[in-house]
């Protein structure tokens, strides 16, 4: 899918991203609708069950409930639940998607169902490697607010590497730590642009939603409201960040492994044995 195998800059891996991601969005679509909407219902009941005196719309697209009264241990439940599960689901689209770009971006032939057995046996090796990253970004936002940007760089393309190189959570975060420290604005470039563009996504549709609710909306209409709109913005963004960050994964192979001329080796000795 991806011609030519070479050092990208950030504006070429979008481009390139772009191209994967349009190539195979309706089995990318088709995997976050799998996983996003019974989420996003089980959210929904999580938030209404906690019984919230009103909702707050944010610009990231999430709901977050804001209390006057009842239990502080309910409302504390009901945000974690929502936060835990949202990422944890996120992490699932993304290693699936993962599989899928990677294939297509070597130009090696699979479905669907092919990345979901890929991507099954790691299941708890993905749920680790994302709850490390959220608790390491949660720890460099407390410390300082540009500290959740060291994490947020470094184990960029720790999934990338948990799923494509089969090895377990601490290998897989220090090989992303191995390859991005010597690409470290590269890499940080890239994935604050991959994530910005995906706020805007969410910030836009989260806004449209409040709109439509903010002249006397009913609490549930406003989880309902705000609960389709982050599944149509998950559906749209959280594909293309993990496109995005598999291209990013060949990059910074290609930059300090040679993969490409590994990879070129490998196709040329396959025609050969034909």
Do not use: W
Request: net charge neutral.
């Amino acid at each position: 899918m991806v011609s030519e195998l070479r050092p990208r800059g950030i504006g070429e891996i979008l481009d390139s991203a772009v191209a994967l991601y349009r190539a195979r969005f309706t089995r990318l679509a088709r995997v976050a609708v799998f996983v996003v909407v019974p989420v996003q219902v089980l959210s929904a009941l999580v938030l209404l069950s906690a019984q919230p005196d009103r909702f707050t719309l944010n610009v990231t697209g999430t709901v977050s409930p804001q209390y006057d009264s009842s239990s502080f241990a309910v409302q504390l439940a009901a945000v974690v639940v929502v936060a835990v599960v949202g990422v944890l689901s996120t992490a699932l689209i993304v290693a699936v998607c993962t599989r899928i770009v990677a294939d297509a971006y070597i130009e090696r032939g699979s479905e669907t169902l092919d990345a979901v057995r890929a991507v099954r046996p790691r299941v708890l090796g993905i749920i680790g490697t994302s709850l490390i990253v959220l608790v390491s970004e949660g720890i460099g936002f407390l410390f300082c607010f540009v500290g959740a940007l060291v994490p947020l760089t470094f184990f960029a393309v720790a999934l990338p590497v948990l799923i494509l190189e089969g090895v377990g959570v601490s290998a897989a975060i220090g090989r992303s730590v191995t390859l991005a420290k010597a690409h470290v604005m590269h890499v940080l470039g890239l994935v604050v642009t991959a994530q910005l563009l995906a706020a805007i996504v969410n910030g836009a549709l989260s806004e449209g939603v409040s709109l439509v609710l903010r002249t006397g909306g009913s609490t549930v209409a406003v989880v309902i409201g705000q609960g389709i709109a982050n599944t149509i913005s998950a559906v749209l963004t959280t594909p293309f960040i993990a496109t995005a960050t598999v291209v990013l994964y060949f990059d910074l192979r290609i930059r300090d492994e040679a993969f490409d001329i590994q990879l070129m080796m490998q196709r040329n000795d396959a025609r050969i044995a034909v």
